[in-house]
């Protein structure tokens, strides 16, 4: 029984991470997609005032969006802790 917890408990941090890190993707891909739309706005205003284009290099806003996993394993366990204080608390 012991280690029907541990396999759980393991297979849940590495869900959760999964999922932060799919989150991650998809904020850093929509982030890409914004910049490259306004670029491309930005260049076709530049092209009717006769201006060269700009590159992306040149305007683009770096987009970092994470948990760093050192984070988001304190978090974790704060979030333990604050289940087994609510757990003792219920008790009495």
């Given amino acids: 029984m012991f280690g029907q917890t541990d396999m759980t408990s393991a297979t849940d941090t590495l869900s959760t991470s999964t999922d932060w890190n799919q989150i991650n993707q998809v904020i850093q891909s929509l982030g890409t997609a914004l910049t490259t739309y306004q670029l491309a706005q930005i260049n076709l205003s530049r092209a009717k005032q006769g ?9 683009a806003p770096t987009v970092n969006v994470g948990v ?3 984070t988001l394993t304190w978090l974790l366990v704060g979030g333990v802790a604050l289940v087994a ?8």
């Fill in 51 to 59: 201006l060269p284009p700009i590159t992306g290099a040149q305007v």
């Fill in 68 to 70: 760093a996993p050192q």
């Fill in 85 to 92: 204080v609510l757990a003792m608390g219920r008790k009495r």
